[in-house]
């Protein structure tokens, strides 16, 4: 199990519609092979400024299987117009969950 | 509710003996008032880069009563050590868990 990070930059006054386009997307990962879970957290500091957290089987799930989807074309039809950069993406492994 | 998302870089020969480290300091994070859940995730992407995600019952809980607890001397005499440079902090709300 790891963890897709995507830091996303949009327009702060397009929040309420970019969070509406991502609620929308939702299916989109949940019927994805391998996909587990998936939030959205809104970054306090800085305004337009978002972490997808999605929750994957493996790398290749995401990477492999998903990115070569009609599932994430979808997802990027609803949520690509609201990016002002394109999104920084890491994957993290889980050393631990402590308490 | 928030997360504090907290970027660390570290010498990544020291990796086992920093997850060590953090896996030792996490009582004094459960011991913390308004402290929920830590995580700690490895960066697969880059070596020696790490992301802690600390769950806490407010903004406040963190930045006032943690960081001025003794708890957080602790932490950082155990974790300050490995850092490379300072961490970048940000906190985040949690928009929605979509499933």
Known sequence: MIYELASIKIDPTKSNEFEAAVKSAAPLFKNSKGCIAMNLQKIIENDGE??????????????????????????????????????????????????
Chains 1, 2 share one sequence.
């Not at 995401?62 to 920084?88: C, M, T, Y």
């Open 50 to 99: 978002y972490l997808l957290q999605v929750t994957w089987e493996s790398l290749e799930a995401h990477i492999v299987d998903f990115r070569n989807s009609q599932n994430f074309q979808d997802w990027r039809a609803l949520a690509g117009p609201f990016f002002i950069e394109p999104p920084k993406v890491v994957h993290s492994d889980i050393i631990g969950s402590f308490f």
